[in-house]
């Protein structure tokens, strides 16, 4: 498996503007499907989207399409997410993951995926 770690997180108004990067160490990371999850204080986490191997495919929550865009680069190894126009609503600790569990990419449930990150903290001021 890979090991994950996230960054770009912060602090931001409403409206503005991060980017995330998962860095992957391994050389096998291009043969990962990714995902990003977030979780908001008292909330479950939940699945924001995620990327095929390839890159490819991809799968966005409906709570963050047209806003965020996911990418990757396999010669890098990492795993990005462009989030535009953030609302207040998508405070929380964003995490990387990588798919262990062959599944359709729009499935995004929590067990699919075996490596994550630590985490990076993402906050928006209204």
């Known amino acids: 498996q890979v090991q994950l770690v996230e960054s770009g997180g912060g602090l931001v108004q409403a409206g503005g503007s991060l980017r995330l990067s998962c860095a992957a160490s391994?050389?096998?990371?291009?043969?990962?499907?990714m995902g990003w999850f977030r979780q908001a204080p008292g909330k479950e986490r939940e699945g924001v989207s995620s990327?095929?191997?390839?890159?490819?495919?991809?799968y966005y929550a409906d709570s963050v399409k047209g806003r965020f865009t996911i990418s990757r680069d396999n010669a890098k190894n990492t795993v990005y997410l462009q989030m535009n126009n953030l609302k207040p609503e998508d405070t929380g600790i964003y995490y990387c993951?990588?798919?262990?569990?062959?599944?359709?990419?729009?499935?995004?449930?929590?067990?699919?995926?075996?490596?994550w990150g630590q985490g990076t903290q993402v906050t928006v001021s209204s």
């Open positions: 993951a990588a798919r262990t569990v062959l599944r359709p990419i729009a499935t995004m449930n929590l067990a699919d995926f075996g490596s």
């Open positions: 391994g050389r096998t990371f291009s043969i990962y499907a």
């Open positions: 990327i095929s191997s390839r890159g490819d495919i991809t």
